[in-house]
């Protein structure tokens, strides 16, 4: 524990205990399924504020399943402090476990470090995408899984009145400070935006509010928030989602969101998507600001049919690839195995599976 963590401590470890404590023990009578543990040894989880976490726990309570936290006192108090953490930690089902406590063996086990248990699971969080591995599907933000699906989802896939393009997220300048252009080779939030304004002024709205079909609607995240139920209602409004990359690695939440009511990708990451997502079937892929430019110019004159298939082909891959919830329903129920009992998470800019290399059980610190 970091010296900053120790002193933060006390009112960490008091602040999870009371969200645990907090919650109506009833609620949790339908968790009835095998459940699921999350065994962590390390704070790796709790980057982009414990989100995958979160994601993992609200999937696994959607399925039926209870979610077990096993880990000491101080992991438990870092989790508490970030804001997916705190989400998790409010969920019906979710129950924490001190090291020492024993797993049942119906559990199905997911651990952040190569477990001494053969029945555990290794959850490889990094960069790289291991596809000798189970590839789980980037995760929709917590507040979006709460809302999925929508109780008109067939009403939003099949809307066709639509605008041509549309991106809603963070603008802020962090999102353009060269690290994905250094390691991935590919152009940052801050390039995607400035190309699409600097060819196709005369198109953007700053609003949906009077947009056309043949609108481009960029919209700032820090000037007009959208709410979480109206969040895959205004993605359904756009033919295409421009998916810029986040701020330090490809893939973001919008991506699979966008897919999830039928809107069309474009992007320069197809290839970080598993599978790789196929330029004019599932996406619209381009290289570069001027492969961007160009790719615009092309949806723009594609044919309401044409864009009508791709929509059906994009909720189709969403559904068998890219649903985590389906995925973890898979691990749960035995219908995915787990190669040599490991999964790939490429959701991070680096792989800290590499560096994080714990010995088993034994090496657990109480707090």
């Known amino acids: 524990m970091t010296f900053k963590n120790w002193l933060r401590y006390p009112i960490d470890i008091r602040r999870a205990r009371k969200m645990l404590d907090a919650r109506d023990a009833d609620s949790t009578e339908s968790l009835t399924s095998r459940p699921v543990v999350l065994?962590?040894?390390?704070?790796?989880?709790?980057?982009d504020g414990a989100r995958h976490l979160a994601a993992i726990a609200m999937n696994a309570?959607?399925?039926?399943?209870?979610c077990w936290l096993r880990c000491s006192d101080g992991i438990l108090a870092t989790i508490s402090r970030k804001t997916h953490g705190r989400e998790m930690l409010m969920l019906r089902g979710v129950t924490h476990l001190r090291p020492s406590q024993r797993i049942p063996d119906t559990s199905l086990v997911l651990s952040d470090v190569e477990p001494g248990d053969a029945h555990a699971i290794w959850m490889r969080l990094g960069c790289d995408i291991e596809l000798d591995y189970p590839v789980m599907p980037y995760p929709m933000l917590p507040a979006t899984i709460g809302q999925y699906p929508p109780s008109n989802l067939a009403g939003l896939r099949a809307n066709r009145d639509r605008i041509r393009l549309l991106f809603a997220g963070n603008q802020k300048p962090s999102y353009g400070q060269g690290k994905i252009g250094r390691?991935?080779?590919?152009?940052?939030?801050?390039?995607?935006?400035?190309?699409?304004r600097e060819s196709f002024e005369s198109r953007i709205v700053s609003s949906l509010a009077g947009a056309d079909q043949n609108s481009i609607a960029l919209l700032d995240s820090r000037e007009s928030c959208i709410e979480a139920s109206d969040w895959l209602?205004?993605?359904s409004t756009a033919n295409f989602f421009l998916c810029c990359p986040g701020s330090?690695?490809?893939?973001?939440?919008h991506l699979v969101e966008a897919m999830s009511v039928g809107t069309i990708p474009l992007l320069e990451y197809g290839d970080r998507v598993t599978p790789q997502l196929v330029d004019g079937e599932t996406a619209i892929t381009f290289r570069g600001a001027k492969g961007l430019v160009e790719a615009v110019e092309r949806i723009t004159e594609m044919s309401a049919d044409d864009i009508a298939t791709m929509s059906q082909n994009v909720t189709r891959f969403f559904d068998?690839?890219?649903?985590?919830?389906r995925f973890l329903k898979g691990l749960r129920d035995g219908v995915i195995a787990a190669t040599e009992q490991r999964i790939s998470l490429p959701f991070h800019?680096?792989?800290?599976?590499?560096?994080?290399?714990?010995?088993p059980l034994a090496a657990r610190q109480a707090a």
């Open 61 to 66: 309570n959607l399925l039926g399943s209870p």
């Open 248 to 253: 330090s690695q490809p893939t973001c939440h």
């Open 39 to 47: 065994d962590l040894q390390t704070r790796d989880f709790v980057v």
């Open 320 to 325: 068998h690839h890219l649903c985590q919830r």
């Open 183 to 196: 390691q991935f080779n590919i152009c940052d939030r801050i390039e995607v935006l400035a190309a699409i």
């Open 233 to 235: 209602p205004t993605l």
């Open 349 to 359: 800019h680096e792989n800290l599976y590499a560096s994080s290399q714990l010995a």
